[in-house]
């Protein structure tokens, strides 16, 4: 019997065991005072309207299996979307708008959707550019529908309130399509399954210990969605999702502090912002339990910076993982700050943790080339670096209608299970723990060596004046010329001195004492969605022409 999973029957649950529990907290202006305004729905509240615009949906043919362009800014009618759309069975395909416009329409149109849901900028950016829509036949508008035509939320939710009869989805089958920001390689559309959904926030239930009193500020605003699955509160942060590393610390601190929030997703550019303002003010946020930080490596600095508003016990996680798989590996504060962090300054890494739960880890050999099958023949010994690759319940298995990504990123074993693989580069140490070492593509092969990229830049960035630093690799694959950019912590006076500092630095560890090129860069150009991600592809062809190769 094929098993019934469907990831709007958690929400039933936490509806039952505490209907009048916050479910979202949305800012809605200021008063005369500058004080916010919030505006907000109960768990019960969330579950009765999803089933209301559930109803509303199924009448205009967004049935089961459905594909559905969702363009909604986050708050209630985010929420209320996508839990109707589970109910119902139909397939959000979720773009972030953060990678660019071009960029998402592609996305948009490769998901080939058959309906839109969107705000009123979303339907202008639709009849500006319609030959990304040609296959869309329906559209919803959340807000004043204007001159395009078809049927509004508010429409839609005029439905009878009564009990929906959620579609028998199976553990196999499409829930969602997430398009990953491109920011480490092509675009592409990730399938999620309602047993990766159910899988996942088990995962992120047991090992970060949620209780049924959480208060969560997610300023990811995707990783919302999970909240009133958990029983957490969604405190809906006041700033552009599309831009953390420029967010005002002062709104997302008033945000803690307005509601006594206990746990908080930030990226590491966001972690620096509002840790720099708090440690420099004196901040304190003793309601904090937990603070999550991924989407980037997480610098030892940055977590001790924003530890100084927290109290002793509270840790700081970096969880490891992808759009196709997260998390998957995952490692606290006080273990990076007392034991791996003056390792990982010495250029052993980023220890990112230990695998979360069941998850299974495996390190195979370095290899561009698709893996047609998962032998033991290709997994690396102990502290050698390979690739990182997991297999796990959480982990998606296919892209959408992308046959060349799978080969590349799947293997299947001989037990039928289907391995990702992350693209990262790491090794495993004597205790169990992966240290990470950048991305595989990033590595740079001199004919003498292969440089790593965390390894190396920890070097350069132990200097007191910079504030990170990037490894690029310039001519052939196989005979690259190692370069070094370094992104100071403010302006320098006297470059020279400055870089010949950095040669001095360089040449007293062996892992950087062959390089031979620096050059300083006043802001590395990042990804859009987290704004840490380097784009070392781009330093390096500015290397290229600085080395006039």
Request: proline share 6%.
């Given at each position: 019997?094929?098993?019934?999973?469907?990831?709007?029957?958690?929400?039933?649950?936490?509806?039952?065991?505490?209907?009048?529990?916050?479910?979202?907290?949305?800012?809605?202006?200021?008063?005369?005072?500058?004080?916010?305004?919030?505006?907000?729905?109960?768990?019960?509240?969330?579950?009765?309207?999803?089933?209301?615009?559930?109803?509303?949906?199924?009448?205009?043919?967004?049935?089961?299996?459905?594909?559905?362009?969702?363009?909604?800014?986050?708050?209630?009618?985010?929420?209320?979307?996508?839990?109707?759309?589970?109910?119902?069975?139909?397939?959000?395909?979720?773009?972030?708008?953060?990678?660019?416009?071009?960029?998402?329409?592609?996305?948009?149109?490769?998901?080939?959707?058959?309906?839109?849901?969107?705000?009123?900028?979303?339907?202008?950016?639709?009849?500006?550019?319609?030959?990304?829509?040609?296959?869309?036949?329906?559209?919803?508008?959340?807000?004043?529908?204007?001159?395009?035509?078809?049927?509004?939320?508010?429409?839609?939710?005029?439905?009878?309130?009564?009990?929906?009869?959620?579609?028998?989805?199976?553990?196999?089958?499409?829930?969602?399509?997430?398009?990953?920001?491109?920011?480490?390689?092509?675009?592409?559309?990730?399938?999620?399954?309602?047993?990766?959904?159910?899988?996942?926030?088990?995962?992120?239930?047991?090992?970060?210990?949620?209780?049924?009193?959480?208060?969560?500020?997610?300023?990811?605003?995707?990783?919302?969605?999970?909240?009133?699955?958990?029983?957490?509160?969604?405190?809906?942060?006041?700033?552009?999702?599309?831009?953390?590393?420029?967010?005002?610390?002062?709104?997302?601190?008033?945000?803690?502090?307005?509601?006594?929030?206990?746990?908080?997703?930030?990226?590491?550019?966001?972690?620096?912002?509002?840790?720099?303002?708090?440690?420099?003010?004196?901040?304190?946020?003793?309601?904090?339990?937990?603070?999550?930080?991924?989407?980037?490596?997480?610098?030892?600095?940055?977590?001790?910076?924003?530890?100084?508003?927290?109290?002793?016990?509270?840790?700081?996680?970096?969880?490891?993982?992808?759009?196709?798989?997260?998390?998957?590996?995952?490692?606290?504060?006080?273990?990076?700050?007392?034991?791996?962090?003056?390792?990982?300054?010495?250029?052993?890494?980023?220890?990112?943790?230990?695998?979360?739960?069941?998850?299974?880890?495996?390190?195979?050999?370095?290899?561009?080339?698709?893996?047609?099958?998962?032998?033991?023949?290709?997994?690396?010994?102990?502290?050698?670096?390979?690739?990182?690759?997991?297999?796990?319940d959480l982990v998606t298995k296919q892209y959408f209608n992308n046959r060349e990504a799978d080969l590349m990123?799947?293997?299947?074993?001989?037990?039928?299970?289907?391995?990702?693989?992350?693209?990262?580069?790491?090794?495993?140490?004597?205790?169990?723990?992966?240290?990470?070492?950048?991305?595989?593509?990033?590595?740079?092969?001199?004919?003498?060596?292969?440089?790593?990229?965390?390894?190396?830049?920890?070097?350069?960035?132990?200097?007191?004046?910079?504030?990170?630093?990037?490894?690029?690799?310039?001519?052939?694959?196989?005979?690259?010329?190692?370069?070094?950019?370094?992104?100071?912590?403010?302006?320098?006076?006297?470059?020279?001195?400055?870089?010949?500092?950095?040669?001095?630095?360089?040449?007293?560890?062996?892992?950087?004492?062959?390089?031979?090129?620096?050059?300083?860069?006043?802001?590395?150009?990042?990804?859009?969605?987290?704004?840490?991600?380097?784009?070392?592809?781009?330093l390096a062809i500015k290397a290229k022409n600085k080395l006039k190769l």
């Amino acid at each position: 019997m094929t098993k019934f999973t469907n990831i709007s029957l958690s929400l039933e649950k936490t509806a039952e065991l505490y209907p009048y529990k916050r479910a979202v907290v949305y800012p809605d202006g200021r008063d005369k005072n500058n004080r916010v305004l919030y505006s907000q729905i109960t768990l019960s509240q969330l579950d009765s309207l999803s089933d209301s615009l559930a109803f509303g949906l199924e009448s205009i043919g967004i049935i089961r299996g459905t594909r559905t362009i969702i363009m909604i800014t986050p708050g209630m009618e985010f929420f209320i979307t996508m839990f109707a759309m589970f109910k119902v069975g139909a397939i959000p395909v979720v773009v972030d708008p953060g990678m660019g416009i071009d960029r998402m329409l592609q996305c948009l149109e490769q998901g080939r959707p058959k309906a839109f849901i969107g705000i009123e900028k979303a339907h202008l950016l639709r009849t500006l550019k319609p030959k990304y829509f040609k296959a869309v036949k329906i559209w919803v508008t959340v807000g004043k529908r204007w001159f395009w035509g078809g049927h509004t939320l508010k429409e839609l939710m005029s439905h009878t309130r009564e009990a929906f009869p959620k579609a028998h989805t199976t553990w196999d089958e499409t829930a969602t399509i997430v398009f990953t920001t491109g920011s480490t390689g092509p675009a592409k559309g990730v399938v999620y399954t309602h047993g990766n959904f159910d899988a996942q926030i088990r995962q992120i239930q047991s090992h970060f210990k949620i209780e049924p009193d959480e208060i969560d500020l997610p300023t990811f605003p995707l990783f919302a969605m999970f909240d009133p699955i958990l029983g957490m509160t969604a405190v809906i942060p006041d700033m552009d999702p599309t831009k953390p590393a420029q967010v005002n610390p002062v709104k997302i601190i008033e945000a803690i502090e307005n509601h006594g929030v206990t746990n908080m997703f930030a990226s590491p550019a966001l972690l620096n912002r509002v840790g720099k303002y708090g440690k420099e003010n004196n901040i304190r946020l003793p309601s904090l339990r937990r603070v999550v930080s991924a989407g980037a490596p997480v610098s030892p600095a940055n977590i001790e910076q924003f530890s100084t508003m927290l109290s002793r016990d509270t840790q700081i996680h970096t969880p490891y993982g992808a759009t196709e798989a997260v998390p998957i590996i995952s490692i606290g504060s006080h273990e990076i700050i007392s034991e791996t962090k003056l390792l990982s300054e010495q250029g052993f890494g980023m220890c990112i943790g230990r695998p979360i739960n069941t998850t299974t880890i495996r390190l195979i050999k370095i290899s561009d080339d698709p893996i047609t099958h998962l032998r033991d023949s290709i997994v690396v010994p102990e502290n050698q670096v390979g690739e990182i690759t997991v297999q796990a319940d959480l982990v998606t298995k296919q892209y959408f209608n992308n046959r060349e990504a799978d080969l590349m990123a799947k293997i299947p074993d001989s037990d039928g299970n289907i391995w990702h693989r992350m693209g990262d580069l790491g090794w495993q140490d004597s205790k169990g723990r992966i240290w990470f070492c950048g991305r595989k593509n990033h590595r740079v092969t001199t004919g003498k060596e292969t440089l790593f990229t965390i390894p190396v830049e920890a070097i350069f960035n132990n200097h007191e004046k910079v504030f990170r630093s990037a490894l690029a690799g310039v001519g052939p694959k196989a005979n690259q010329i190692p370069v070094i950019f370094i992104e100071p912590k403010t302006k320098i006076a006297n470059e020279k001195a400055f870089i010949q500092e950095l040669f001095t630095l360089a040449k007293s560890n062996p892992l950087t004492a062959d390089i031979a090129h620096i050059f300083i860069e006043k802001a590395f150009p990042v990804d859009i969605r987290h704004n840490s991600k380097i784009f070392r592809e781009k330093l390096a062809i500015k290397a290229k022409n600085k080395l006039k190769l």
